[in-house]
């Protein structure tokens, strides 16, 4: 579900994901990044690029999550150029700008446009997975585990996430509002009146927030017993699948299989495709089973 047309917000659909705990949940996202940091191989990024998609699918967030691929892409156009126009390391040189003066000598290479790609495929899954961890995991119950350490911090955090729908809500009526107005200003001067609007009714808001809860006591609040929630099947798989995740991934991060400098090192064997394709299968197994989740 998403407000104000970029912002992705948690939604309680029938998933895996979304019925296995918040806090095992967020521990496959970030298993699942890790092996997405430490991994070079393309294929191997390939293959977690893939498990990512599927998981989105099996979840049910798959129009968001195109929409999330497509600002990855934006974002990983970029940082492929960058690369390229900056990096001196690699030897296979397909173009030549020349002398760039203080950059040196402007040789493009093919190793730096792999690496950049790499990079760009990186920052991509990265992306998706904190999307998917957005639509898919509950935040309220995930910010009750700070409870633990510190209610008081708990309870903020969890009341500036609400808020976060409340303020992308109040500047699209705002700004709705503006371009309706027949003498309405713009360009630089409309985008700051827009954020002083919604900044003012933001700290109104928090006022009409702070007199609430001390009306109704929070300021005096203890810590509450709860039950233990015991783990149910999901929970169980994904933290499984979270450790396989990393331990098929920290030891193929290791493997030399690839290297961008100072040549291109690719190397594709037996043992790295069927490394790659249990890596995808550890990411999406806990996704094959559906049983017990509420429609």
């Known amino acids: ?10 939604r309680r659909m029938a998933s895996p994901l979304h019925a296995a705990r918040a806090g095992v949940g967020a521990l496959w996202v970030l298993c699942s990044s890790a092996a997405a940091v430490l991994l070079y191989h393309p294929l191997a990024l390939a293959a977690l690029l893939l498990a990512v998609l599927g998981a989105a699918w ?42 760039l003066g203080p950059f040196g ?11 950049g790609a790499v990079v ?8 998706l997975l904190a999307t998917l961890a957005s639509l898919a995991i509950d935040p309220d119950e995930l910010l009750r585990l700070v409870r633990r350490l510190s209610f008081r911090s708990a309870l903020t955090a969890s009341l500036a996430v609400r808020m976060v729908p409340l303020l992308a809500a109040d500047a699209q009526r705002l700004g709705e509002a503006q ?12 985008r700051v009146a827009l954020l ?31 039950l233990r929630r015991p783990w149910s099947r999901h929970d169980i798989f ?16 290791q493997a030399g299989w690839f290297d961008a ?29 559906r049983r017990g989740i509420a429609r």
């Open 120 to 127: 760009a495929l990186k920052v991509t899954i990265v992306i």
């Open 196 to 226: 002083a609007a919604v900044l003012g009714g933001s700290l109104d808001r928090a006022m009409d927030v702070a007199a609430t809860l001390e009306v109704r006591g929070f300021a005096g609040a203890r810590r509450a017993k709860r």
């Open 238 to 253: 994904f933290a499984a699948s979270a450790a396989l995740v990393l331990a098929v991934a920290i030891p193929a991060s």
């Open 58 to 99: 099996a979840t049910g967030v798959a129009h968001e999550m195109r929409r999330a691929l497509v600002t990855a892409s934006i974002i990983g156009v970029p940082i492929v150029l960058v690369n390229v126009l900056a990096s001196r390391q690699g030897l296979t040189v397909f173009a030549r700008l020349g002398d």
């Open 179 to 190: 371009r309706t107005r027949p003498h309405s200003i713009g360009g630089a001067r409309a």
């Open 261 to 289: 400098y100072p040549t291109l090192h690719l190397s594709i064997g037996v043992v790295a495709a069927l490394a790659f394709l249990a890596l995808a299968a550890a990411a999406l197994a806990p996704f094959a089973d």
């Open 1 to 10: 579900m998403s407000r104000g047309g970029s912002l992705f917000f948690y």
């Open 105 to 115: 000598q402007g040789d493009l290479t093919v190793e730096a446009l792999v690496y």
